[in-house]
Every structure is written in C-alpha cells, then in structure tokens.
DNA sequence: CCCCACCGTCGAACCGGTTCGACGCACGGC
DNA sequence: GCCGTGCGTCGAACCGGTTCGACGGTGGGG
C-alpha cells in the first residue's frame, strides 16, 4: 500500500510537501500540486485512516449506540440508523455501530478509545445510565429521546405531550365523546421510556379539559397478545368512538382486529396512530398518525453533533429540541356515528 | 487523556516494559506488572485506537455494507445487521455501518483507507459491483448472499434451491396438486436476486416431476398493491390449493386477505412462506415457513471472516457454504380438501 | 540598490502505541 | 570459580500521517 512517503518519492518533494499539496493548507505551486496529484493517480494513494486520526486526533467516525432490548419493536429501529447513516456520511463521517447490551461499558470503550469523535444515543431512557459516561468522555454526544437530566448533551425527540393533545383535540372536534389510549407495553415504561408518559398523560388532561372520557391501557409489543389486548377493550369500552395507538404493534394488529369485528374506520371507530410515514407504507396501515420522524430526527441530531465537533464549540449552549408532531391523515377519523 | 508514557512514569518502568506488561508478549515480573496495572487504574488508561492500529495495521473493526434500495422490504435487513453486530462484538469487534447508496465506493474507501480488518457484504447481487473492489483489496470479505462468481470470498446463504423443492415436495406428500408461487418483486430480479430465480426454478422443477401444477408471480413489495395482487392471483387460480411465499411482504399481507376472502388455512388453502421466525412473532404470522436465518448467516459470515482475519489465512481455500433450509411448521398445511 | 515580505518548500518533531535487539543480572552446571 | 543461559527491562526505531519553524529565492517599494 502507498504512503504519503512513496506519493512525496515519486512527486520528487518533501513528504511535508505532498501533505500541503493535498490538503491544501499551505500554498504550493502549480507545478507541484499537479506532479503530487499525478503521483497519488499513479499510486494509488489513499491516507491511512488510523495515521491521520493519530496525527490530527480526528477520526471522522460517530458511534451510534443502539440497544436492541427483548420485547422491542425492531423494525422502526430501523429508520433512526438509516437516517443517521446517511446524514453523516453527507457530512463526511462513517458510523460506527454498537448494539452491545451493555450500552455504558461500549459507551466508555469506544469515547475512550478514541474511536469516535463523537456519539449518537438512540433509545434513551428517562434515567438512562449512559450518561453519566457521556458526560465525562471528551467527545460530544446527541441524544433521541429526552432523558430527566439533559445537561452536557444536545436532545431531540418528538413532542410526545402536543402529540397526546393533538390526538385528542382532533376527535373531539369532530364530535367524539369517549376514546381509548393503547400505550406501548408498561415494561417500555418501567425501563425508562418517559415517553409514553408524556403523550399519556397530556391526552389526559386535554381529555379533561374536553369533559371527554380516556380510557388509557398498555399494549403488548407482540402479535397475537395485542390483538387480544384490542379485542378485549373494545370489548369493554363499546361507546368508545376513538382509538388511540401510541403502540406499533397494535397498530399493526389493528386492521384484523376490526376486520374480525366487522368495524370499519373511520364508520365506525376513528383511529390515529403514531408512528412513521414508511411505517405505514411498509405494511399499509390505513390509519392517521401522528409522524414519528425518525429519520428526521436522527438528521437533526447528526448536523448538531458534527457542529459541535467541528465548530469545537463543547461549551457552546446546548439545545433541547423537540419536533412538533404533524397528524398525517389517512383518512381514518370522522364524526362519531350518532 | 493518559498515554502509556503517562502509565509507565507513574509505574516508573520504560515504555515498553508498560507496553509488555499490558499485553504479556514477554514475560514481565509479577512485581511490574501490578505496578503497572495500578498505574493504568489510577489514570483510567486505555489504549488510544489510532496509534494501535497505525503500530499493528489491525483496527479490531469490522465493515458491514448494508445497501437499503428503494422498494427493499426493510424490517428482514435488520436481523442481519443485528446477527452480525453482535457476533462481531463476542469476537471482539466492532462494526462500521456503511450504507452508502454507491456501495463500491464506501467500499474502496473503508478499505484502502484501512479503517477495517475485513468486510461482510449484505444484499450481495449475481453480478455484484462491489465483488471486484472486494477483490483488489487487501482485507478479506464474507458475503451473504450468492453472486455468480465466487472466488477469493466466503459465502453464505440459504440453498433457496433445496427451499423450492421442500415447499412443492411438503404439499405435494399431502396431496396437493395444484400451486401458486408469488416471488419478490421483478426488480428485486433485475438487480441480479438470483436467489429468486434459485427457488422458483427449483420449485418448478419439482413439480413438473411430481406432475404439478405450479403458477408463479411476481409480486410487489408494498402493501396495497400485494394484496391486491394476492387477491387477482387467487381469483385466477381457483383450484390451487396450496400458496408459496417467497416474499415476506406478501406474507404480512396475507391474513387480511384471507380473511377478506373468507378463507382459512390450513382448511381452505394451505400455505408456506419464506421468512424468519423473528419476523413472524413479530408479525405474528400464523404460516409455516422456510426459516431464512438471517442472525444465523450473518454469525456465519462473521466466525469466517474473523477466522480469515487472525489467522491471516488470506490465501486458504474459500468456501460457499449453504444453510439447509428449515420447514418451521405452524400449522398452516393441510390435505387439500376433497 | 538595498531591504523586507512573502511565497514555496523542506526537515524535523510529534501523535501514541508496538516490537526488536541489546544488556545486566542471577542462577545453575561443570 | 567461570561461563553460558535465560529472565526482566530498557532504548530506539517504526507505523503514516500532520504541522511548525526555518530557509532560500523572488519581487516590489523606498
């Protein structure tokens, strides 16, 4: 393999030289920079990834850490590492990809290592115990999802309380007096996923606010328990008009369980879920959601974290961001059947 | 951050005698050895990845090219990102995502940049780009996936032949006679799946020997459009009694349709898909299927590639070894009714 | 005509590890 | 008592880049 030593031999200059010539900071003749370019066209000659990190202390990889926990719904996983993928390499970064189960120690192995020149953490948890690893590595770190301390680290996440309020205030414009809320499965919760709070907790209040009634249940995050789930509660609710889906799954399971009930939405029940376009396109669902945005916020967490590296801003402010939930109608919601 | 200098002044040995005591390349006294492993504790060391790799040309990464085209059926791309992610940690490895749409130049970056020790290719076409890079560059590669040449790399993949025949010869032992075969889509083909072609031809010709009779189509990724298509196909094959998927969309489609129809299986109509059994939990997918096995090829690929790597066995006879396709039966085969 | 500034190039040091050869010392065998 | 062996340690070189300071040459201004 060429070095920059044989590049430098066969250009009939310095080493220092043919770096300047390549990079470009430092003024070098015509005449130079076009043996030196010749060279590395004959040679071959591509810098040697681990010298240069080495030498500038720049590795131009992020780690994006993705914890694949049982019980999780995989495929919307998915579209946060491909919308991160992509918009760093845009950039000019490779990604490195971690999927240990201990998050914290690879965490540590890769910032400390210098592997990375930064990090991407997917998957946060309300109390998430990577953090405090993050806070301490010299490399800066974005988060999707909001943690209870934000402090140290750029935060984006979708608006989960006005995507609770939006829900709800749809339907009871069109009339609706009584819903219910599947949430994702309560162990999501109890590992620290904040936000299914956060959305169950605003459609609440707003419900209150409405006079509306909410009924609110956890969701398997598998197949044939949650249809039973959905079965059993519009068993229970039969004056429910709504149904909410803060649930994948079952809004995957959904179209059978009607189907088997003989419902039609909206005729019969409005439905709006939350989840991605693709997502709904992937298995046509034909419900309104609210977009979940993965690969948008995975874009918005990559541009902020290369900002922060290159602009070695680390002390600059951080930001807390959230993307405000856009409903995108499927044409699943109407007036409630008097 | 501390340096291995850092290390050995606090241990008050050479660099190198650090150096030795941490790797046990020579013998160091027991005495050192602690001083030093206290000295590593008392400043947190760990070794800085650039300069390792640059002193021993090894990077301890591995890079997966994953290429997510238009019109993929995404959510099967992950288990195989996920298989190889983790058996590539086990073995002490970490992964470089690249999912680059050019994948020949992601590919000829990461490796004549030598910021990986080898490279798994996902998705891999009859008459694959990337192969000749893979090639002429100095790591060695594991494919998943059949390309029409396969020298110089590892190859894993399904026997889709020996899957065709198992799914004609299971339904034709129970007395079916007449079949319907829906594959991926035609440009899953044209962008050289030779697996495609693989099953169906196989499952062709064992019909044609059993004195079948067997419909193939090609059906779309998407979901409004295969089910549709589900419905035409079965429109025009009223005396088919068996349903061979080889398309997981088509699968996923599947329960809706049916029962849209009216039919049951195994009662009406007896089906086999082709798909993991991670993706019919999730899914809950209630057909027997050809279990595809992708956390299983990608360890595969991993463990040689590896193998490959350390034992610097560049040269060693390559291998094209095919998993045997496994019939995971959930109960959705039958005798065909009378 | 001289001096200074600047342009283009070079040599050397440095980043942080690993590894080879050498060296001092203790110990055992004759 | 001497020599050879082997163990434990050290110094130096090397991996392949980047970057700083210096230096020679040229051109312009006073």
């Known amino acids: 393999m060429a070095t920059i030593g044989d590049v430098a031999r066969v250009a009939g200059v310095s080493r220092s030289t043919a770096s300047y010539a390549l990079s470009g900071k430092r003024s070098i003749s015509d005449e130079v920079r076009q043996r030196v370019m010749a060279a590395v066209g004959e040679l071959g000659y591509t810098p040697n990834a681990g010298a240069r990190a080495l030498a500038t202390s720049q590795t131009m990889v992020i780690g994006l850490l993705a914890q694949f926990l049982p019980d999780e719904f995989a495929p919307a996983m998915l579209q946060y590492i491909l919308g991160i993928s992509d918009s ?4 000019g970064y490779d990604v490195l990809l971690v999927t240990e189960e201990d998050g914290t120690r690879a965490l540590k192995r890769i910032t400390d290592s210098r592997m990375v020149d930064g990090v991407v953490l997917l998957n946060v ?4 115990e990577r953090l405090p690893i993050l806070r301490t590595a010299s490399q800066p770190g974005a988060l999707v999802g909001l943690p209870g301390d934000c ?6 996440d979708l608006d989960f309380e006005e995507a609770g309020r939006v829900m709800v205030e749809t339907l009871h414009r069109l009339g609706h007096r009584e819903l219910v809320l599947v949430s994702q499965p309560e162990h999501v919760v109890e590992r620290g996923g904040a936000y299914v709070w956060r959305l169950q907790n605003a459609a609440t209040e707003q419900a209150a606010l409405r006079g509306m009634v909410l009924h609110t249940a956890f969701g398997a995050a598998q197949q044939p328990e949650v249809g039973r789930q959905l ?3 519009l068993d229970a609710h039969p004056r429910a008009t709504g149904l909410l889906l803060n649930n994948e799954a079952a809004a995957a399971a959904l179209p059978s369980v009607l189907t088997e009930r003989g ?3 909206p005729q019969d029940l409005s439905v709006i879920g939350r989840y991605s376009d693709a997502f709904a396109r992937t298995f046509s669902l034909p419900y309104s959601s609210i977009e979940s945005a993965p690969d948008r916020l995975g874009r918005m967490a990559v541009r902020q974290l290369v900002d922060r590296i290159e602009r070695k801003a680390r002390a600059g402010p951080h930001v807390v961001r959230f993307i405000s939930p856009e409903l995108v109608d499927r044409g699943s919601t109407a007036a409630p059947r008097s």
């Open 88 to 91: 760093a390499r845009e950039l």
């Open 125 to 128: 948890a309300e109390d998430d």
């Open 151 to 156: 402090t140290g680290v750029d935060v984006f």
């Open 231 to 233: 079965h059993a509660l």
């Open 263 to 265: 419902l039609r939405a």
